[in-house]
């Protein structure tokens, strides 16, 4: 019911969704840690026999994803160039990718040639900035309120597609569907402009084989992507994530947290706390979607959360500055 982004740009996302690895202070691929050791979703299952695949339909290269994507145990990359090598170059939008509708469908047919089990990630272009659409959606999709509305309308639509194509695969009914937002951008909802709202993020988890549908009444964030997914395969083995697997934890123990112009803001207990680092600056209560009424020193999980924030903050600085971001590094703490 409360669902956030780990950070506010794409780079941010690549990390937390798929090795559980939030954003404090600066982008994790542009700090010395980015050279630590450490895998992800992709890595750990690589080492169970899955056959893994990243792709992303921009040059390949931007972004640092083809690199990202290798160090953390995914075998192969899709980019731009291997969907253009297979299916010629009319399908770029110009900007920056691929459109979506074709290049889901080549994601689609792509994990149909590989062994079962598989694991992959795609990461989808056309929602971003210029806005584009391609020329034959412009009355399908016209311009609307904000300039990125038409192009998550075309992107749900490529979805559709995709998912239409995905039913008919054999490996349809054995796959996790896991989709969310690298990041948030425009909206015109106050609620969603707010410091906290900047992070409203979708997770939404999709099994065939269960396809009633409903809400969690927690808190989740990107980070518990990876251990949420982990725990859903039944794996056994130990694993390192700042993460949680949500779906296995009771949601008075579910938390997020996220940084943002040197604060931190920490949600849990159905409040928001922001903190700077050394003092708190304020709490806030969730269902006060606009941040009104700022109840600092007035409630009682004050002080629980400062202490469970500052050691979250501990954490992090102590496993990025002493490389301790993998497994083995988990148990003694």
Request: glycine residues 8%.
């Amino acid at each position: 019911s409360y669902s956030f982004c780990n950070g506010r740009k794409s780079i941010d996302g690549m990390p937390s969704i798929l090795s559980s690895i939030p954003m404090f202070i600066e982008p994790f691929f542009l700090t010395p840690a980015s050279m630590n050791d450490y895998t992800g979703l992709a890595g750990i299952l690589a080492n169970e026999g899955y056959q893994t695949a990243f792709f992303h339909g921009a040059q390949n290269g931007s972004m640092g994803f083809e690199a990202f994507a290798k160090k953390t145990g995914f075998q192969r990359y899709f980019g731009r160039t291997e969907y253009e090598a297979a299916r010629g170059t009319s399908d770029f939008d110009g900007t920056w990718a691929i459109w979506d509708e074709p290049f889901f469908q080549y994601y689609a047919e792509e994990m149909s040639k590989m062994k079962q089990p598989f694991m992959t990630a795609l990461f989808s272009a056309s929602s971003h900035h210029p806005f584009a659409i391609p020329d034959k959606y412009k009355q399908q999709f016209p311009e609307e309120h904000l300039p990125i509305q038409k192009c998550i309308r075309y992107t749900d639509m490529a979805l559709g597609k995709f998912f239409a194509t995905a039913r008919k695969q054999p490996w349809f009914q054995n796959t996790i569907f896991v989709l969310t937002s690298d990041h948030t951008n425009q909206s015109d909802h106050a609620e969603y402009q707010s410091d906290l709202g900047g992070f409203c993020s979708p997770i939404i988890i999709y099994d065939p084989s269960h396809p009633e549908g409903r809400i969690e009444e927690k808190v989740a964030q990107q980070i518990d992507i990876l251990p949420t997914v982990l725990g859903m395969l039944g794996y056994p083995k130990p694993y390192f994530g700042f993460g949680i697997d949500v779906l296995n934890t009771p949601a008075d123990k579910t938390w997020a947290v996220n940084y943002l112009n040197g604060i931190y803001q920490y949600v849990h207990y159905g409040y928001v706390l922001q903190f700077d680092g050394t003092n708190s600056k304020g709490i806030y209560k969730l269902d006060d979607r606009i941040m009104q009424h700022n109840l600092i020193g007035k409630v009682p999980q004050q002080s629980q959360m400062e202490s469970e924030l500052k050691a979250i903050i501990q954490q992090y600085m102590m496993r990025m500055t002493q490389n301790r971001l993998n497994s083995q590094d988990h148990t003694d703490d």
